[in-house]
């Protein structure tokens, strides 16, 4: 059972441009939650989806910045006219439809820089 | 509203040495706490987690008592290896609210 995966795992951009980052759950989880870790810093929640739809998204800045899951697909972490300030890890996470565990099953991230 | 406040780094030690890496929580209602360990250049881990009070996790050597007098989840080793170099993050329920993390450094 292959774990969460993401790409690209590295990604330069230069300001103004978009970054489009992917989350591919493991099988048979359909809750995905994004990420952001910004150099020296820990972790902070941005967004919770279930498959086509968004949970939870009050960590998610209110510009640029989207989120979605689609029926069929990776899951999309969106980002328009990249500054800066948005250098930093993503991280995806996964966890099961049924809710068995509240456990999150991390992705290798993806480090986006932004020149 | 929840969050974690975790012992502040780093932390270096020798081989063998005894660890502790200090976690508080404030949070409403009975949450599950975890800790999330993060190798150089990986993503976070699973280390091990806690769902209700006095509860022990445990993995690889590693201890942490869900403690709800203290609201605390203090995570252990009797003795810790060179392997054992990360950051190690506590966190708190389904929509993680992590601690900043502790960069641990084993020095042979």
């Known amino acids: 059972n292959a774990g969460v995966m993401q790409n690209p795992r590295h990604l330069v951009r230069r300001r103004g441009q978009e970054a489009r980052?992917?989350?591919?759950?493991?099988?048979?989880?359909?809750?995905v939650y994004w990420y952001r870790q910004l150099p020296e810093e820990g972790l902070k929640f941005m967004v919770y989806l279930q498959k086509e739809n968004i949970i939870d998204e009050s960590g998610m800045p209110k510009e640029r910045f989207s989120a979605e899951f689609p029926k069929e697909g990776p899951s999309i972490l969106r980002i328009q006219q990249v500054v800066r300030g948005d250098s930093a890890a993503y991280f995806c996470a996964s966890s099961p439809l049924d809710g068995s565990t509240d456990t999150q099953y991390f992705g290798p991230g993806t480090r986006l820089t932004v020149l | 509203g929840d969050s974690v406040t975790q012992m502040e780094g780093p932390v270096t030690l020798s081989e063998e040495a005894f660890l502790t890496i200090n976690c508080t929580y404030?949070?409403?209602?009975?949450?599950?706490?975890?800790?999330?360990?993060?190798?150089?250049?990986?993503?976070?881990?699973?280390?091990?987690?806690?769902?209700?009070?006095?509860?022990?996790g445990s993995n690889k050597g590693f201890e942490a008592t869900y403690r709800k007098e203290t609201t605390s989840f203090h995570l252990e080793k009797g003795s810790v290896q060179v392997s054992d170099s990360a950051v190690y993050f506590c966190a708190l329920d389904e929509k993680l609210t992590f601690g900043t993390g502790t960069r641990l450094t084993i020095i042979p």
Do not use: I, N
Not at chain 2, 41 to 53: F, H, I
């Open chain 1, 21 to 31: 980052l992917r989350c591919s759950p493991m099988k048979g989880h359909s809750h």
């Open chain 2, 26 to 56: 404030t949070a409403t209602g009975y949450p599950s706490l975890f800790w999330y360990v993060q190798y150089p250049g990986e993503g976070l881990q699973l280390l091990l987690k806690a769902t209700k009070a006095d509860d022990k």
